[in-house]
């Protein structure tokens, strides 16, 4: 609960969070999660396209270069325990380091 209350407060804009727990939820294979997250995403503006299309994960066809970073970077914590630099590079072009 402490990290959740950290991530909605934070600086990283609603739909952008949303993207990224959407995305832990299904690698985490956490279905109540998911469920809960699928119906607060919509309040942010996600589309049920994207919120299919975050189940395809990073590499699906039509992400921007932004949100596509985003759930690379997700996949890349929870895989490596690390978001590349490459990851970083793109979101650095919107996101600073806080």
């Not at 934070?10 to 952008?16: A, K, M, V």
């Not at 929870?78 to 650095?92: E, G, K, Q, R």
Request: proline residues 3%; negative net charge.
């Amino acid at each position: 609960m402490e990290m959740g209350t950290v991530l909605f407060k934070g600086l990283i804009s609603p739909r952008e969070r949303e993207l990224a727990v959407l995305r832990i939820g299904w690698l985490a294979g956490a279905p109540y999660e998911w469920g809960e997250h699928v119906k607060i995403s919509q309040r942010y503006g996600v589309t049920l396209e994207e919120i299919a299309r975050v189940q395809q994960g990073s590499s699906a066809p039509g992400w921007s270069e932004h949100d596509a970073a985003i759930l690379r970077g997700v996949e890349e914590l929870l895989s490596d325990f690390a978001v590349s630099d490459a990851t970083w590079d793109i979101l650095a072009k919107t996101w600073n380091e806080a």
